[in-house]
């Protein structure tokens, strides 16, 4: 596989990414009634932006890190990760009067979802360029 198609297809999810993160922007101003769900949605997308980069922007496809150091890098993100969905969550339940934390836990899950997608159709459609030896 290519690291060209891979890092097309890591800008391609990031960009995406952004985009829904504007369209719920969009849906914030024009559904007023709807207001504290799409705040819990949009704190966990800004949530799930980190999600994004971190599993993306910060993976090791072109250095060539191997072994206790990959690990390291690895456990690190997840902890990483973890504290941020908690912090997510005490906000949005503290605040509940403005944010939702129901649509908080979807609008953060749903970073790994495009992650997992962008991901999984690169993973199912290997290069014609490529030969396995």
């Known amino acids: 596989m290519s690291v060209d198609r891979l ?17 719920t922007v969009l849906a914030w101003i024009v559904l007023a009634d709807w207001r504290v769900a799409v ?35 690895g456990m690190v993100g ?24 129901y649509a908080a836990l979807i609008g953060y899950l749903l970073g790994f979802v495009f992650v997992f997608v962008g991901l999984y159709s690169y993973a199912m459609n290997p290069s014609d360029n490529t030969k396995e030896k």
Not at 88 to 99: P, Q
């Open 39 to 73: 705040n819990g949605l949009l704190l966990g997308e800004l949530g799930g932006l980190y999600v994004v980069f971190s599993m993306i922007r910060q993976g090791h496809h072109n250095n060539n890190t191997q072994g206790a150091a990959l690990f390291a890098s």
């Open 7 to 23: 890092n097309k297809r890591l800008r391609a999810i990031t960009i995406s990414w952004l985009v829904f993160i504007g369209l």
């Open 78 to 101: 997840m902890f990483t990760r973890l504290i941020l969905i908690v912090l997510i969550m005490v906000v949005s339940l503290k605040f509940r009067a403005v944010f939702n934390p």
